[in-house]
């Protein structure tokens, strides 16, 4: 049986009961926490930033993955460590000099992953991979919860895995954005092996801890 780990999406939670609904995520077997931060610049949107990553710093034991959706994340690697992330995620398509940004992670003593948007080849990422500790392939256009996932990723998914494998990377390869129980399995299949999810988890009818349960069971795995 496959282990998948899921990062439950704080972008869908109730930010009201932010940490209400974080630790019944983690008692419910969360492996991380996946927070979303958005400029308006990179990405057509803005969210949430430092002080959100404090405060949950606080109230969770879970590792905390930081997804930079920011034009200039470089300059604020610092700020976010320092808030308590544990994973600093940047785009391939906004920082022109990746090994700089990836060395600077590493140097603050966090897991370094880089994220691709759908129209980014993942052979953009050939020469980094070695150093990452995290490959994020975006699963819809970044900018919004509930989108549809977008079917033609997961060739890439697929081509993802063949690198790591070739390589004999342990990076872990994260796919965010539509995963729900009817598209997890073809992730899955296709090699993700930690899923983001927003709207599955914290937009349930049934609550966050069935909602975890039903996206790992679609995928015929359980929480490690
Ligand atoms: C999208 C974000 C995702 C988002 C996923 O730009 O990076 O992490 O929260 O939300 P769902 O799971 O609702 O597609
Ligand atoms: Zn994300």
Redesign the pocket.
């Known amino acids: 049986m496959v282990t998948v780990k899921l990062a439950p999406?704080i972008?869908?939670a109730d930010f009201g009961r932010l940490g209400e609904q974080v630790a019944e995520a983690e008692a419910a077997g969360a492996d991380r926490i996946?927070v979303?931060v958005m400029d308006g610049h990179f990405?057509p949107n803005i969210s949430i930033g430092v002080p959100v990553v404090r405060s949950l710093r606080k109230i969770t034991r879970l590792p905390l993955e930081t997804?930079l959706?920011i034009a200039d994340a470089p300059r604020y690697l610092t700020a976010f460590a320092e808030a308590g992330s544990d994973t600093l995620i940047v785009h391939q398509e906004v920082v022109p000099h990746l090994h700089r940004a990836v060395q600077q992670i590493k140097q603050l003593g966090l897991r370094a992953g880089v994220a691709i948007n759908p129209a980014t080849p993942v052979g953009l990422l050939e020469d980094i991979l070695d150093d990452l500790d995290l490959v994020l392939v975006?699963t819809?256009n970044?900018?919004?919860?509930?989108?549809e996932f977008i079917a033609s990723t997961v060739t890439k998914i697929r081509r993802t895995r063949q690198l790591l494998e070739a390589r004999r990377l342990p990076a872990d390869l994260e796919v965010?954005?539509?995963?729900e129980p009817h598209t997890a399995p073809e992730a899955v299949v296709a090699g993700a092996n930690v899923l983001?999810?927003?709207?599955?988890i914290f937009q349930q009818a049934d609550g966050i801890a069935a909602a975890m349960q039903r996206l790992l069971r679609s995928c015929g795995t359980r929480t490690s």
Not at 142 to 147: A, E, L, M, S, V
Request: net charge negative; no cysteine.
């Open positions: 999406s972008l869908a996946h979303d990405v997804h959706m975006m819809v970044p900018g919004f919860g509930g989108q965010d954005g539509g995963i983001v999810a927003g709207t599955a």
